[in-house]
């Protein structure tokens, strides 16, 4: 496949899981059945019944609200704040430091952003991992993060987009948007965004990978 860095591009937008960090989405059901004694069906339709995850996602409950919803919601008092955030962070799996090295090079190229769905308690872990890999953490990595709690919007909505482009002044033809989820690409996409899914088995160095090396061009020995 042809990489995406087409001339014109000036910004790059990233999302998170699945982009920069793998996610495994079932993680935290499959620990919060194991530690209520449900099923993994169980839980997942008690999360859907109180769109827990979204209420948290766009900030409309804050850490210690989301936590004692869980608590209620799977019938245990007695949990410790850190068991509730170790199983609601099983969903991150390890991170490939070669992507991150990636976006790193880009720094001077293209001004550099985050745009996730996601969670105060999942940064704050994804920031130890990075730093425990030597790595800085994602509000030096990128020029500006944008994270769903801390804006109360969400993806797919057409307002978290054009709330990046504004507040960032960015043009929408000069971005590149990656994402993992075809309803987010499509959302970006109708805004004008060059939005570009990021389909497994391929990863951010695929797309992102440097082509300004011309294999005509005859190498000196």
């Known amino acids: ?42 839980v997942e339709s008690l999360w859907r019944e109180h769109g827990l995850t979204l209420q948290y996602e766009t900030g409309l409950i804050d850490d210690a609200g989301f936590r004692q919803h869980v608590r209620q919601l799977l019938k245990n008092d007695t949990w410790a704040d850190e068991v509730i955030d170790t199983a609601w962070n099983t969903v991150l799996l390890d991170l490939p430091i070669e992507r991150v090295q990636r976006i790193r090079e880009l720094h001077g190229q293209y001004r550099l952003f985050l745009l996730s769905n996601t969670s105060a308690i999942h940064i704050a872990k994804v920031n130890k991992i990075f730093a425990e890999l030597g790595q800085p953490v994602l509000e030096d990595l990128f020029e500006r993060v944008y994270y769903s709690y801390e804006v109360k919007l969400a993806k797919p909505s057409p307002e978290i987009y054009q709330y990046v482009l504004n507040t960032s002044g960015l043009k929408a033809e000069e971005t590149l948007f990656l994402d993992d989820n075809p309803h987010n690409i499509r959302a970006a996409a109708e805004l004008g965004i060059q939005a570009v899914q990021v389909q497994p088995p391929l990863t951010i160095l695929d797309y992102l990978r440097d082509e300004s090396t011309n294999e005509d061009v005859p190498h000196s020995s």
């Open 1 to 42: 496949m042809a990489g995406v860095l087409k001339s014109g591009i000036k910004n790059i937008i990233f999302d998170l899981g699945d982009v920069i960090i793998p996610i495994d989405l079932r993680g935290p059901i499959r620990n919060f059945a194991v530690l209520s004694g449900l099923s993994e069906d169980e």
